[in-house]
């Protein structure tokens, strides 16, 4: 069977996009299954948290996969290893998908499935793919949604994400419409919440109130604010490594159900 293509775009700079890909990659890898973790973030941190040691600097990667400057260069032949068995990562490391960003500005045809395009060849490899998307709505970020099955919305108690999320739901349907008809909206997923703090309740509230308003999904669990789930992920533990985090573990095991409607539910 086919992967599965996720992605969790929010071109809100730091509401957890990375790392609810990294906690979500350890979930289903625990599961055996076959993840690949594309790096469709110029910023590359996704792969310097991902990636198994010893990738140099200017290792190929998903720049060349996607360019017309590099024709020779195909996707499988950046893949490399990732932190755990049964995760593979295509990097993204150095400057260069920032100029095929810019390059797909410009590009006359096709640029949206320009990575929808390059993943063909591997997909019938793995169960799982995730693509982790910069704080943008840019052509990157449209490409992500081209390809995937799947789009999740990473937000945080702030109203400055709560009114970026309006345009993002917009760019998501406009994707559907033109691009990707097969393309589904699993929800919003409620990230670094604090129970203890009075304006994160309300925010949550509101939160539920719109998406019901506006028939869209809060995914449950929401995840809280905690300092094991930045932690872990910054030094490259697993949740399940990590000392006293079980119930965090758990979390991202029903989260992974939540947002692919427990395809891999064993
Ligand atoms: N649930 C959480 N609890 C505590 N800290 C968190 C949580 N989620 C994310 N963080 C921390 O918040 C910061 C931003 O997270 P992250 O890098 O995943 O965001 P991002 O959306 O990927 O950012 P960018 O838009 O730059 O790609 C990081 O330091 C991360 O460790
Ligand atoms: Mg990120």
Redesign the pocket.
């Known amino acids: 069977m086919s992967a599965l293509v996720i992605s969790e775009p929010?071109q809100?700079?730091?509401?957890?996009?990375?790392?609810?890909m990294v906690h979500l990659a350890r979930a289903a890898v625990r599961r055996g299954l076959r993840v690949l973790f594309v790096d469709a973030?110029p910023?590359g941190?996704g792969t310097a948290l991902l990636a198994a040691d010893g990738l140099e600097e200017d290792a190929p990667g998903l720049a060349n996969a996607l360019s017309n400057q590099d024709a020779e260069t195909t996707l499988p032949d950046v893949i490399v290893p990732g932190l755990w068995t049964g995760l593979e990562v295509v990097p993204t490391t150095g400057g260069g998908l920032g100029i095929v960003r810019d390059e797909l500005i410009v590009a006359p045809l096709a640029r949206e499935r320009r990575l929808s395009d390059a993943l063909e060849p591997v997909r019938e490899r793995y169960d799982l793919i995730l693509i982790?998307t910069?704080?943008s709505l840019d052509q990157l970020t449209i490409n992500a949604l081209v390809a995937s099955d799947i789009a999740a919305a990473?937000t945080e108690p702030d109203y400055l994400a709560s009114r970026g999320l309006v345009q993002l739901l917009d760019t998501i349907t406009t994707v559907q419409k033109h691009y990707a008809p097969g393309l589904r909206f699993a929800g919003v997923i409620a990230?670094?919440y604090d129970a203890r703090k009075k304006e994160a309740s309300h925010w949550l509230e509101q939160l539920r109130e719109a998406a019901s308003a506006q028939g869209f999904t809060v995914l449950e669990p929401v995840?809280?604010?905690?300092?094991a789930?930045?932690n872990s992920?910054?030094q490259g533990i697993a949740l399940d490594e990590w000392p006293r985090a079980r119930p965090l573990v758990d979390l991202y095991d029903q989260q992974l159900d939540a947002i692919t409607e427990g395809r891999f539910t064993s």
Do not use: E, F, L, Y
């Not at 995840?223 to 300092?227: G, V």
């Open positions: 929010n809100k700079g730091g509401t957890g996009k990375t790392t609810s973030d910023q941190s982790d910069g704080p990473v990230n670094n995840i809280p604010a905690r300092t789930i930045a992920s910054q």
